[in-house]
């Protein structure tokens, strides 16, 4: 009978313990992808249409498809922490935002935004991650950033003005491929 107690004591310390480490857990993942920075940032845009992902763990897919007029601009806030995520994104409009960041392994976005006075900040920390995005429209503001090895930037712009963007590798074995035009959509020749 004590035995049987001990036991039932141990098991309850154990699942104690774990549930704790679990709580540490979140609160260090929602530290490490800065969640209050996006909440600050969504709330001092409560004229938008507002989509907030945050996504823990693999394989795990996002979809945001977002149009609008001039008068209600969208933002999308898109974090995943795990590998094997991917995130597809199209914006078309006035004044969008984006804001995705993927923490992990073998990790894929694909974006696609078309309009005028847009912004797009795509961030990735890890291996073979890949940015797959296409850009069109006037004023346009984007950011992309890899820190790892294997990973690979394919980006297409067909952008009469664009104002100057910013494109970071940091790693082994880093891939990008930019293709820009001013007045239609590039094409290879082969």
């Not at 104690?16 to 996006?38: C, D």
């Amino acid at each position: 009978m004590k035995r049987a107690f001990a036991l039932l004591f141990a098991c309850i310390l154990l699942q104690t313990g774990a549930y704790s480490q679990s709580i540490g857990s979140e609160a260090q993942l929602m530290k490490s992808v800065n969640a209050a920075r996006i909440s600050e940032l969504a709330q001092g845009q409560a004229t938008k249409q507002d989509v907030r992902v945050i996504q823990d763990g693999d394989r795990n897919h996002a979809a945001v498809f977002q149009r609008n007029s001039a008068a209600v601009p969208n933002a999308a806030f898109i974090t995943q922490v795990g590998d094997f995520n991917t995130i597809v994104l199209q914006q078309s409009g006035q004044r969008n935002q984006v804001n995705a960041t993927q923490l992990g392994v073998s990790n894929s976005y694909r974006g696609e935004i078309d309009g005028v006075s847009n912004t797009s900040t795509v961030y990735q920390q890890g291996t073979a991650n890949e940015i797959n995005q296409q850009v069109q429209g006037m004023d346009l503001e984007y950011t992309l950033i890899q820190q790892g090895n294997n990973n690979s930037i394919n980006q297409i712009e067909t952008s009469p003005q664009s104002r100057p963007y910013t494109v970071i590798q940091q790693g082994n074995n880093m891939n990008i491929t930019i293709e820009q035009s001013s007045w239609a959509v590039p094409v290879k020749i082969k």
